[in-house]
T-cell receptor, first 113, second 118 residues
Framework: GNSVTQMEGPVTLSEEAFLTINCTYTATGYPSLFWYVQYPGEGLQLLLKATKADDKGSNKGFEATYRKETTSFHLEKGSVQVSDSAVYFC????????????FGQGTTLQVKP | DAGVTQSPTHLIKTRGQHVTLRCSPISGHKSVSWYQQVLGQGPQFIFQ???????GRGNFPDRFSARQFPNYSSELNVNALLLGDSALYLC?????????????????FGQGTRLTVV
């Protein structure tokens, strides 16, 4: 079935370090791919998205490129801040008409000053 | 503009009771989806409603039901609560039907309702 796999956390980085959170997916057809962020005690916020192969989504210094050949959508940021500490979820949608987003298990990022 | 609003924010119920959770979508959005997020896991899809009709259902028992009203707000009902139903319940709204062909749309989430079953 369709699924999303993220690297296990927690990921602990120092401020200004480079961030990569790996995400791979299994899906039939051509899904859209998303990264959502969840700050403590809050709901999910859309961080970025890509709707077709080779698209690059970007927002707030974060980037991810839709790689169909490797079925991946890795999240990167060149210089993290303490305020980036949160849980990050990779997700896919658009497979069939069920209307559901399929999420990975989430990766906790902790950035230390 | 107001985002997706959910009520209540927190709720404590006893096993066997019934609960109703409410969601108001972003103005102009016609689709509402419900997700269950158990602590430490990603959200799991429960339902999608579009134009007041159920358009998708996840792998949840019949104790879970939902409906969408003419103003596009929605309710999620859970009967005969179990301890395992304790979770954060998230509502998401979108302009169109997620997953439909030729619809490039995205979901906007509310803050969630934290349900604790004791």
């Amino acid at each position: 079935g369709n699924s999303v796999t993220q690297m296990e956390g927690p990921v602990t980085l120092s401020e200004e370090a480079f961030l990569t959170i790996n995400c791979t997916y299994t899906a039939t057809g051509y899904p859209s791919l998303f990264w959502y962020v969840q700050y403590p005690g809050e709901g999910l916020q859309l961080l970025l998205k890509a709707t077709k192969a080779d698209d690059k989504g970007s927002n707030k210094g974060f980037e991810a490129t839709y790689r169909k050949e490797t079925t991946s959508f890795h999240l990167e940021k060149g210089s993290v801040q303490v305020s980036d500490s949160a849980v990050y979820f990779c997700a896919l949608s658009g497979v069939g008409n069920t209307g559901k987003l399929i999420f990975g298990q989430g990766t906790t990022l902790q950035v230390k000053p | 503009d107001a985002g997706v609003t959910q009520s209540p924010t927190h709720l404590i119920k006893t096993r066997g009771q019934h609960v109703t959770l409410r969601c108001s979508p972003i103005s102009g959005h016609k689709s509402v989806s419900w997700y269950q997020q158990v602590l430490g896991q990603g959200p799991q899809f429960i339902f999608q409603y579009y134009e007041k009709e159920e358009r998708g259902r996840g792998n949840f028992p019949d104790r879970f039901s939902a409906r969408q009203f003419p103003n596009y707000s929605s309710e999620l009902n859970v009967n005969a609560l179990l301890l395992g139903d304790s979770a954060l319940y998230l509502c998401a709204s979108s302009p169109g039907q997620l997953g439909a062909l030729n619809m490039n749309t995205e979901a906007f989430f509310g803050q969630g309702t934290r349900l604790t079953v004791v």
